[in-house]
């Protein structure tokens, strides 16, 4: 499963780069609001760091807007992944710009016909969002059951990135059924490390090895 940072922060996204731990970034107006950065110069910047797909979110609501917002998007860097609102008009642009070659990420998919609807349109990704389901007492998590069994069903090719997630189970929950990608905030990736039995096995082995006066090298 591909791992993909939900942030605008660079220094995080540095951060899990330099562990060796990131397939991309996603962005979102939210994102880009609490960054405090310019949209177009942090994009820029995240997509000369990061060699996998960076996500970037038009604004407009029509077709023809969405196009010409796109335009600017794509022409950012080559990794630049268009991302779309699931609306009729969304995924008409979606159609268009794959068509194109460029990658495009839907969002805001919230039932398993959205994710029907995204994948003939050609999506390369569909972001259902599990956490604002699981929010208003959904099980975000079985939507990417059923999302994962349709797109086996035709073999459709988008890839299913599990987006909105708010803690490490869900993490474990999307490999389990086999999402493509997850994003999250890096804050969750960082906590995926977390055990206190590694914490005490750490603590345990080094005070015996204290005790042999032993070094090594
Ligand atoms: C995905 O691309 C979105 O940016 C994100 O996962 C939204 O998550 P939220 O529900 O925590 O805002």
Known sequence: MKFFADTAEISEIRELADQGLLDGVTTNPSLVQKSGRDFIEVVKEIAGIVKGPVSAEVVALDHAGMMREAEVLRKIADNI????????DGLKTCQKLTSDGTMVNVTLCFSAAQALL????????????????????????????????????????TQILVASVRHPMH??????????????PPKIIQQLFKHPLTDAGIKSFLADWDKTGQKIG
Do not use: H
């Open 118 to 157: 995204a994948a003939k349109a050609g999506a390369t990704f569909i972001s259902p969002f599990v956490g604002r389901l699981d929010d208003i007492g959904q099980n975000g998590m079985e939507l990417i059951a059923d999302v994962r069994q349709i797109y086996d069903q035709y073999d459709f090719e």
């Open 171 to 184: 993490v474990v929950e999307a490999a389990k059924l086999g999402a493509d990608v997850m994003t999250a």
């Open 81 to 88: 992944a268009v991302k779309v609102p699931l609306t009729p």
